[in-house]
């Protein structure tokens, strides 16, 4: 007489926890066949720069003039006529731009029985001076310096132009890296080609030099022929563009 296996009636509980476990392994096997979402495949992001060192073509120097006496408006009277006259006399010189910097009126103090009370004014204007010509901007700055100026500090910049020039060419050898990597990406990971999807250029960045404090006092008067000129120099500076974005890699 053959034996025949006995079939038992499944728990309530038992069943609800086998249906539990099947739908826990069906959501994840459903899960492993469908892609991350967010996620594209093929789908590569990348970042290229490119560097120069340039020679900033603009130097930038500032100067100021101040008075101080008990009377204001005669003081302001003083300040502005002597920025007025520096400014046509700068602007005689084609590769020069002046323009008017800070003008400020500031109290003075002097301590009476360990108070503080007023003891006149100080007004002071300031002056700013440019030119890709940094020898004719020294020697101007040395003959506003016999005059009654002070030179506070130098500094220089890229001019319009430069920068364009510079910015131009950053582009074209970024792009060309971004393009280098996206091929070297397709290849290492076993495709034919790709396809640009977006692509962004990050404004250029550069790290000009500070404008230095020079503070040069007023000389005593001279000829202006024999006023000594404020040396400029500077060095080079790296200037950087930045492209990013992303390619679709095809077979």
């Known amino acids: 007489m053959s034996s025949r296996p006995v079939l038992r009636p499944v728990s309530p509980v038992a069943g609800l926890w086998l249906?539990?476990?099947l739908f826990c392994a069906a959501a994840q096997a459903q899960s492993l066949a469908?892609?991350?979402?967010?996620v594209v495949a093929g789908v590569v992001d990348l970042q290229a720069t490119a560097q120069v060192e340039v020679v900033p073509d603009l130097a930038v120097m500032t100067l100021a003039v101040e008075r101080s006496g008990a009377d204001p408006a005669s003081l302001t009277a003083q300040v502005s006529k002597s920025l007025e006259a520096a400014l046509k006399q700068a602007r005689t010189v084609p590769d020069i731009e002046a323009s008017s910097g800070a003008f400020t009126t500031q109290p003075r103090w002097k301590?009476?029985?360990n108070q503080s009370q007023r003891d006149g004014w100080?007004?002071?204007?300031g002056l700013v001076l440019k030119s890709h010509d940094f020898a004719a901007l020294g020697k101007m700055a040395g003959q506003l310096a016999q005059q009654g100026f002070m030179i506070e500090s130098n500094g220089f910049e890229l001019s319009k132009a430069l920068r364009d020039r510079e910015e131009t060419a950053l582009i074209d050898s970024a792009i060309a890296r971004f393009k280098s990597k996206a091929a070297t990406a397709a290849r290492a990971l076993g495709y034919g080609s790709y396809n640009l999807r977006t692509l962004s250029i990050e404004p250029t960045q550069g790290q000009l030099p500070q404008p230095?404090?020079?503070m040069m006092r007023a000389a005593a008067p001279m000829a202006e022929e024999q006023a000594p000129a404020v040396?400029?120099?500077t060095?080079?500076?790296?200037?950087q563009l930045t492209v990013q974005g992303s390619v679709q890699l095809t077979r």
């Open 122 to 125: 100080t007004v002071r204007g």
């Open 111 to 113: 301590a009476v029985n």
């Open 231 to 233: 040396p400029l120099a």
């Open 212 to 214: 230095r404090p020079m």
């Open 34 to 38: 469908q892609p991350t979402p967010g």
């Open 19 to 21: 249906a539990s476990l």
């Open 235 to 239: 060095g080079r500076t790296p200037l």
